[in-house]
């Protein structure tokens, strides 16, 4: 909760006098937002802000609450929960509890504070039931078993305010879906209730205004924000070491990142995956002569494990912390001052949101140093830096919220009492992610909580709710409301196993099917530490300390974020200029100046595709910076095309950049390869056939309740719920394929694995606008992600070795002719 040191009295008179005192004994002042925040409290509007980091932004949402609560004490009314405090990270919530406590003791105040999420012990949580505290600090899915109790109109009809930290994180997202539908049921049970969301980054605030409305449109939010902060100084490193032509994991720079860890007080490492975090801190440890304290936190670590490491960077007792997403967001610790991003940020407000990690401090400048993993990765860091500094940010397009949420949210309903199924519509479609929701799908996703829909409603066990005579829908049995608080939430991760050591100490949990190519006496990474697999015992890797081998890093589902449109403009814009070239590294010129003598860059709009031999095959490299998950897409349906075409394709890899598909004949109409109507019919057969949405359908059936990953009394296996997935997936396929759960399968694809949109936003804009070069061997451009092919079978830091080794084959052949080294070359700008 920073606040720059301002000793100004202009603004105190605005406060309470005890508020004032406090403020006055720290040398502050409050800031222009912080009071604007008070007069839209006293007004009773909701209130959106947007704030940087170390404005004194949590202190601003929470400032209303606290004046309102020092105001009533004595009285009766101050009895039961006032403000409840949204985060979307446990750690965020036990983080702001602690320094909301320092306040309300240095001022006097009896204002009972807790946390509350899946960490929380039971005893605790009933209590919290029971006796709620004045302000309660939780997470979406603790609010929504909160909801689903009977009690929580007694809970929550005292309620005054909702504070919803990180905004940007939650909005358009299934966890801010859920988020929207408790929001619509806390408005239903205390109508007053104000709410005031809170962000830092914000690439569209208009639609922000309208999330957090009770109306679902911007009318009726106030919109406040806060000054800009002083600049950030942000640096890219420019490796002294050979930079890598592809790779992911910069083992090359760790010992430069390392050398300024020694240099700062305090270090947040950040990477993008957790196999990643793993390999990072290794490799500092490796290096760590001077016996640094550095610590690794990353989601699959024990929670023991990452509340010790909280702490203690709370405390100024580490010099560096290896983190992934999870540190993200609003940990307050102002002693950060520098943060390292290692790896490619992927998006502007990404960066922006963890560059404001370091210093904490409104008028001090944020330091971070970017670590790009390889070549393409330097342009794509240096479009994201481009971006910081013009304040421009990017961000995905609002969705309709998700039906498969819509249905956990039905259910979650119907467990804390019956309900009105007319009068829940009305409710629904006041959050904005359903405001356009039709009472159709509603219905539909009504009947599918009732009875499982048409192809299963002769199955009771999918018929959850009933009809009374009253017309009100019931929980059929209290086995269903079991079911719903063990399974609530959206977060469906692949599935996982605890990995226990032999003295019984849990270090945290690592995916099944990384664990199930792992033979007795294999050694891989985890929590730090060189362990051997020892066997598995009741869906538990048992383990010991390894002894040396070659070991593996768990890889895990989803850990890579696609790269936004954005900055995909933005490196595109590099590319294509020369003139934006003279302050590359050399080594990226180079790569450049050789592309360009070799073939032709890539333009700002349209697409180059290179086509040459190389063995016995043909490849095709289109180079669209469309993010991987687009490029995912237009392989399946290019190679399909191809294969109509007769040129037996034999496969594809994509990265962020680029997509090279390979096959025995070369590719010659490109213009009908790459026409916009492979959207229509070959993107529904591939569809219908693709594993992708079977496990899209595994995760929706989960959210929606129709699987249980978790039922009383044990715990199944991932291998299980793929199963009952796959059987009921093919059930629905074949019996009811307007099925509610199909319907949601089919636009999660849509937008997110798929990224059919941004696909086909591509396939207009190339139009008539594609430059085929024909080459006689590789060119530079394509030799990253020609080293891609096969690397998914490699883990560990070995990977980026291997690679480098395959490079020097390909490099060769792109440079032939040519005076090369690693170095600088000859060529004129």
Known sequence: MSQPALLSDSNLSALPPRFAAWF?????????????????????????????????????????SLVDLAARQGESRTEGLHTLYI????????????????????????????????DTPQSKRQRQRRKPPAILMTTPESLALLLSYYDAPEVFAGLKCVIIDELHAL?????????????????????????????????DPDWLAAWISPTAGPAGVRRIIGRDGAEAEVEILTTKEYLPWSGHMAVHAIAEVYQRIRTAETTLVFVNTRAQAELVFQ??????????????HHGSLAVEQRRKVEAAMAAGKLRAVVATSSLDLGIDWAAVDLVVQVGAPKGSARLLQRIGRANHQLDQPSRALLVPANRFEVLECRAALEA?????LDGDPPRPGGLDVLS????????????AADRLYQEIITAYPYKSLTRQDFDKALDFVSTGGYALKSYERYRRLGLDPQGFYRVAHISHVKRYRMNVGTIVEAPVLKIRMRNGRVLGEVEEYFVNGLLPGDSFIFAGQLLCFEGMRDNTVLVSRGKGGDPKVPAYAGGRLPLSTHLAERVRGILSNPAQWQDLPPAVAEWLRIQRWRSVLPDASGLLVETFPRGEKEFLVAYSFEGRNAHQTLGMLLTRRMERAGLAPLGFVATDYVIAVWSLKPAGDLAALF????????????????????????KVAVIAGLIEARSPGQEKSGRQVTFNADLIYDVLRKHEPDHILLQATRADAAGGL?????????????????????LEKISPLAVPVLLEIGKEQVYGSGLDELLDEGAQALIEEATAGMEIGRGQSELPL
């Open 388 to 392: 910081v500094a013009a304040r421009s």
């Open 171 to 203: 909005a358009g997202t299934k966890r801010g879906d859920l988020l929207s539908l408790g929001l619509t049921r806390l408005q239903s049970l205390s109508p007053g209730c104000r709410r005031v969301g809170l962000s830092a980054t914000v690439h």
């Open 87 to 118: 985060s979307p990270l446990k750690a965020l919530a036990v983080d702001i509890h602690r320094n909301l406590t320092q306040p309300i003791e240095e001022m006097g105040l009896a204002i009972p504070c807790e946390t509350r999420t899946g």
């Open 408 to 419: 956990q949210h039905i259910l979650g309903t119907a467990c804390a009492g019956p309900f």
């Open 283 to 296: 490799e500092l440890w490796r290096l760590n002569d001077d016996g640094l304290a550095i610590a690794l």
């Open 754 to 774: 798929t990224d059919i949109g941004r696909l086909a936003e591509m396939l207009k804009r190339i139009q008539g606008r594609i430059e085929h070069r024909r």
């Open 24 to 64: 006055r004994a720290r040398g502050w002042q409050p800031h222009p937002h912080q009071l604007q925040m008070l007069r839209a409290a006293d007004a009773g509007e909701s209130a959106l802000l947007i704030a940087p980091t170390g404005g004194g932004k949590t202190l601003a949402g929470f400032l209303p």
């Open 675 to 698: 026409d916009e109507d492979m959207l229509g019919d070959d993107l529904e057969e591939w569809m219908a056939e693709s594993s992708m949405l079977r496990r899209t359908f595994r």
